[in-house]
């Protein structure tokens, strides 16, 4: 088992500590999660070489039943069919629009906003193109599960207008990516959905 697998499994343990910790009934059951809580905190921050407190801070006790997160992001093509590319503040490299889903927004609603404030760009949100599971993509290993919904939007503006947490806007021809942030979007994930929507395939991708 590699270290990617090995990190897979211990937020399972994780998960489970949490769950058991929210539901036991008896102070015996409480205290068997507890270790087991600790236990896992203790193994992960092993394997990712961070401190307990860090770790401790990365996963937070669970106030209620753990579940994935949703990352939402935007395919957008302009008429010279180029791709939609927007660079990261925190990393200096690209990605499709987009992030965390929004409490209290629609997934289509949190695309057309993510466009909005990292572009200045107007969208219409016309096909879920992909539902994917990271874990089954090489992205860098991380300590949450995602999943990643990815919309086909069809631009109605075309006036940048850069949002603060953006370095960049750009249109890039499919075969000359820029260097992507890997952690949000990969290569072979832009291909797929470029293809989609070049083909008019607009049943969605789902891992």
């Known amino acids: 088992m590699n270290n990617i697998e090995l990190l897979e ?7 489970i500590a949490d769950v058991g910790l929210l539901y036991a009934k008896n102070d015996y ?4 999660y507890q270790e087991l809580q ?3 905190h203790r193994l992960l921050s092993g394997v990712s070489g ?3 407190e860090i770790i401790k801070s990365i996963f937070p006790a669970a106030a209620d039943y753990p579940t994935a997160k949703v990352d939402i992001r935007g395919l957008a093509i302009s008429p010279e069919n180029e791709i939609l590319l927007v660079r990261e503040s925190l990393d200096g490299k690209w990605s499709l629009p987009g992030g965390w889903a929004d409490v209290g927004c629609s997934p ?10 990292e572009t200045g760009l107007s969208v219409a949100v016309k096909a879920l193109l992909a539902v994917f599971d990271k874990r089954f993509h090489a ?7 995602v999943y990643k919904m990815v919309f086909y939007c069809e631009l109605t503006s075309f006036k ?3 949002g603060f947490d953006v370095l960049d806007i750009q249109y890039f021809a499919i075969d000359r990516l820029p260097e992507l942030s890997e952690d949000r ?7 797929l959905l470029y293809q989609k929507v070049r083909s008019s395939d607009f049943q969605a991708y789902v891992d």
């Open 38 to 40: 600790e236990m896992s």
């Open 29 to 32: 059951d409480k205290e068997r």
């Open 108 to 117: 289509k609603e949190t695309i057309i906003k993510e466009f909005r404030e």
């Open 9 to 15: 499994e211990l937020k399972k343990l994780k998960a």
């Open 139 to 145: 992205h860098p290993p991380q300590p949450f599960h």
């Open 185 to 191: 979007i990969l290569k072979s994930q832009i291909e």
């Open 50 to 52: 961070h401190d307990m």
């Open 160 to 162: 940048f207008a850069k």
